[in-house]
T-cell receptor, first 113, second 114 residues
């Protein structure tokens, strides 16, 4: 069985500053993808960024980047220049070749003006 | 517009009264799945379908049924709902089964079972 753990239930950051959300996972597979999803108050699930396990280079999408440490099974999300619109619940997720998508418990991020 | 739709968005029902939550996608996706979201537990997969007439159990299938008679539709059926099925439900689809594929989520259905 695979697991995804987000150890920070809630975090806050000042507008324009940088924040890092943590995620650790466990899987016995070598081929998998990792995702960060954002869930704003509207409850919609929005893909933020994804990382292929066999790629060593960390993924980046504008202000969002990841720090992928495969040996440590760690996959943190860094948000630079935080904006009020970044306020949301963030979920880390692991998708393996067996078609199972496993989510962490989520981190609620509040961006303060 | 490419999208996943769910109906209803909100539902209040009573224990034991059968209900169906519909899910439809217009992207010709092969893979569809259902999740429930509960506080502190994130999203947990209920069932998934890799193609028409092919369905499989996820992590928490008990108390739920699904069917995939058409590629675009993947309804979730609660034959005899119980209060512990009160939750936020998401349907999702992707082009195919496979870890590289991005999942597209519906807007969610909030269910309250009294």
């Amino acid at each position: 069985a695979q697991t995804v753990t987000q150890s920070q239930p809630e975090m806050s950051v000042q507008e324009a500053e940088t924040v890092t959300l943590s995620c650790t996972y466990d899987t016995s597979e070598n081929n998998y993808y990792l995702f960060w999803y954002k869930q704003p108050p509207s409850r919609q699930m929005i893909l933020v960024i994804r990382q292929e396990a066999y790629k060593q280079q960390n993924a980046t999408e504008n202000r969002f980047s990841v720090n992928f440490q495969k040996a440590a099974k760690s996959f943190s999300l860094k948000i630079s220049d935080s904006q009020l619109g970044d306020t949301a619940m963030y979920f880390c997720a692991l998708h393996n070749a067996g078609n199972m998508l496993t989510f962490g418990g989520g981190t609620r991020l509040m961006v303060k003006p | 517009e490419a999208q996943v739709t769910q109906n209803p968005r909100y539902l209040i029902t009573v224990t034991g009264k059968k209900l169906t939550v519909t899910c439809s996608q217009n992207m010709n996706h092969e893979y569809m799945s259902w999740y429930r979201q509960d506080p502190g537990l994130g999203l947990r997969q209920i069932y998934y379908s890799m193609n028409v007439e092919v369905t499989d159990k996820g992590d928490v299938p008990e108390g739920y049924k699904v069917s995939r008679k058409e590629k675009r539709n993947f309804p979730l059926i609660l034959e005899s709902p119980s209060p512990n099925q009160t939750s936020l439900y998401f349907c999702a689809s992707s082009l195919s089964a496979g870890s590289r594929e991005t999942q597209y989520f519906g807007p969610g259905t909030r269910l309250l079972v009294l």
